[in-house]
């Protein structure tokens, strides 16, 4: 009967005593740390400023290399920030990046 109705009750109870019994508390921060990225949300807003810097590098033309070379920081840095930016805009190229900044700016 636990199949019936809602779920939320029990699912919680069962994560709460493997959390406590199996996995000595990593599934609890792994569940912390999904709420977490996922209260990002999508859109300019939900950037970070080091990732609004980036895109905005990016966005005017600048490689991965020369904003690398220009904050101090490793391209695969910059890489990750810009995958990050990609997914939090739900966009998949540069071209698209300087699209929407361009209709931010205008």
Known sequence: TFFLGDQREIIDQVVTFLDR???RGTVG??????????MNGIGW?????????????????KTNA???????????T???????VFAK???HSRVELTAEYARLTF
């Open 21 to 23: 019994e199996v996995t």
């Open 29 to 38: 921060n792994a569940q912390r740390r999904s709420e977490r990225n996922g």
């Open 45 to 61: 807003a939900s950037l970070t400023a080091s990732e609004k810097e980036v895109a905005i590098l990016a966005a005017s033309g």
């Open 66 to 76: 020369e904003i690398a070379e220009r904050l101090h920081l490793s391209a695969y």
């Open 78 to 84: 910059i890489d990750g920030r810009l995958r990050r």
């Open 89 to 91: 805009l739900a966009i």
